[in-house]
């Protein structure tokens, strides 16, 4: 099960890497709240679910993640 969930995560990753290749962020240029509602997951993902390398390994989400996990408070 955790297979193939982690493999429907990187489809979905891969969609996701497409769509930041046009753009700042996945719905535009800007920042919005929306984009909050993502930090608890993929800090999950990558620190207590050790998948981080499904982030990492996408130039576009790492940077994208490493520019919303950065910002400040």
């Known amino acids: ?3 193939s ?3 429907k995560l990187a489809i979905v ?7 930041l290749s046009k753009s700042r962020y ?7 709240l929306a984009y909050l509602s993502s930090l ?3 800090r999950y993902l990558t620190n207590e ?3 981080g390398e499904l982030i990492m390994e996408r130039a576009k989400i790492n940077a994208w993640w490493d520019d919303i996990s950065g910002r400040a408070a």
Do not use: N, Q, W
């Not at 990753?13 to 769509?19: A, F, G, I, N, P």
């Not at 996945?26 to 919005?32: I, K, Q, V």
């Open 1 to 3: 099960m955790v297979v």
């Open 5 to 7: 969930s982690k493999e």
């Open 13 to 19: 990753l891969d969609v996701y890497e497409k769509r």
């Open 26 to 32: 996945l719905a535009g240029d800007s920042f919005t």
């Open 40 to 42: 608890p997951a993929i």
């Open 49 to 51: 679910a050790g998948m």
